[in-house]
């Protein structure tokens, strides 16, 4: 369950009864596509997504044609489909995209709501009544994103800042994710987890741990395993592949923090 501490579906519901595309911009890790699902379920919508890398193409979104006992058709991509059924399109990372793709997907994304199917014999695609975008981009630091056009981000007038939480409502998160009582370790697993995306942000860290590792962290102590430890499974190891100077940075971090 999403935990709206920023009043997220709110501005959601708003841009939804006006008909106003929004885009969530945010680090990894928070709660961006859990609140999506969210609002899809609250509003009883169906959700089409797609997660946008290199490797998407026009087709996955449009479609393509089959060939099948002779016969030639067409599969719709999910852009079509949605557009058709006036579900709700979740356009994940959309700053990954090539710019083929999003070319076409600022066809459909302008007033108009359409879309001219070459791959088709030109079928006009008009999007159904309710039909609702919502895309969400990293920032430009993450691997594999790249700045938006213009063009594109004025198709998402609506847009929500979606930050790491306050450490209180980090610690509910955490907390619904695990069956142990253990909030003063967890607390500090959250402030470590903070000094790290800090240390990242103003590049002294390679990685930022994102709340998938502070849950991860719960879910270790509720195995068993002690703070220490846990904190050096989840947090310290994987600054080992930067070289041992950016691990023993955050070794000494934890020390300080979890004791030897």
């Known amino acids: 369950m999403y935990i709206d501490w920023n009043n997220s579906f709110e501005i959601l519901n708003k841009a939804y009864d006006v008909g106003l595309f929004v885009l969530i911009i945010g680090p990894k ?11 899809a379920a609250k509003t009883n919508r169906k959700l089409e997504s797609v997660n946008f890398s290199l490797r998407t193409r026009e087709s996955h979104l449009v479609g393509a044609k089959t060939l099948e006992s002779g016969a030639i058709g067409f599969e719709e991509g999910i852009l079509v489909k949605s557009m058709k059924e006036g579900d709700i399109l979740y356009l994940d ?9 999003l070319l076409r997907l600022d066809e459909a994304l302008d007033d108009r709501r359409q879309l001219v199917l070459k791959e088709s014999g030109g079928e006009l695609i008009q999007a159904s009544k309710g039909w609702f975008v919502i895309a969400t981009i990293n920032p430009l630091t993450h691997v594999g994103t790249k700045e938006l056009p213009p063009q594109i981000l004025s198709r998402f007038p ?12 980090e610690l509910q998160i955490v907390k619904k994710y695990i069956s142990g009582s253990h909030d003063k370790e967890l607390l500090q697993a959250i402030k470590l987890a903070n000094i790290l995306r800090q240390a990242a942000s103003v590049e002294e860290l390679y990685y930022s741990p994102s709340l998938r ?7 270790m102590l509720d195995s068993g395993v002690k703070p220490r430890h846990a904190a050096d499974i989840i947090f310290a190891n994987i600054y080992s592949q930067w070289g041992n100077v950016e691990y023993q940075k955050v070794n000494d971090i934890i020390t300080s923090m979890f004791g030897n």
Do not use: H, Q, S
């Open 29 to 39: 890790g928070t709660g961006k596509t859990t609140l999506v699902r969210e609002f």
């Open 93 to 101: 990372e959309i700053n990954a995209a090539e710019a083929d793709v």
């Open 158 to 169: 609506v847009r929500i800042r979606l930050e790491y939480p306050p450490e209180e409502i």
């Open 213 to 219: 590792e502070t849950i991860a962290f719960g879910k």
